[in-house]
């Protein structure tokens, strides 16, 4: 990472993360690793590390880096972990959870973001990562189950299918709510059979489309 790049990258972990309550010594070395200037047009680089969500095409953004870390540390993810994600976007978010030695399956619907994702992400050196052209309310059933599901886009109700391919023991965090209303997102434990839900934070995602 060049020098110009990294002061912006430096200043976004003390600022935006730090300040906020952002613990988790591995999450802030992934945040701090990962170089979120690729992750986004050539002509919003100089922005990339700004406390925003930014554009990356097709009506969708890429996450403010402050959500990417909380989503990110509320799993509490392991080495190994088996993880999947609805909607890869970007691919940054992917690659947060590459950088902490994740086994990382992501789906994104829009079939041009995830090809420009896959592309970044092997660039980068992420084999980590499978990047999968599909619909996020059927999950992946062929790789089920999951130690931990991240959604980056909100429903308006929480998938049965993603509830059934978490693993017993499992979490899942995600955005719940209509676009023009109050989203909530929200950390699912899944334990014994049973849901239990906990709303975290009021947030405004994109909205998860079937």
């Given amino acids: 990472m060049t020098k110009s790049i990294k002061m912006p990258c430096n200043k976004m972990i003390d600022e935006q993360l730090k300040t906020r309550n952002i ?12 170089p979120r200037h690729l992750f986004v047009s050539e002509n919003l680089q100089s922005s990339a ?22 989503m990110t540390e509320q799993l509490d993810l392991a080495c190994g972990t088996k993880i999947l994600e609805i909607g890869t976007g970007s691919g940054y978010q992917a690659a947060i959870l590459a950088s902490l030695g994740c086994e990382v399956y992501t789906i994104e619907l829009l079939g041009e973001l995830a090809a420009r994702a896959k592309k970044t992400l092997a660039a980068l050196n992420f084999d980590n990562v499978k990047v999968k052209n599909g619909n996020g309310y059927m999950g992946w059933p062929e790789e089920a189950p999951f130690d931990a599901i991240i959604v980056t886009a909100a429903p308006d109700y929480i998938p049965d299918k993603l509830i059934e391919q978490l693993k017993d023991g499992g979490k899942m965090i995600i955005p719940v709510g209509e676009v023009h209303s109050t989203q909530w997102l929200k950390l699912i434990m899944k334990k014994e059979g049973r849901i239990i839900e906990n709303d975290l934070l009021p947030v405004r995602f994109v909205p998860m489309v079937e």
């Fill in 23 to 34: 613990r988790s010594n591995a999450v802030l070395e992934a945040m701090e690793k990962v």
């Fill in 49 to 70: 590390y700004d406390d925003s969500p930014l554009p990356i095409g097709s009506g969708q953004t890429i996450s403010q880096p402050y959500i990417v870390a909380f």
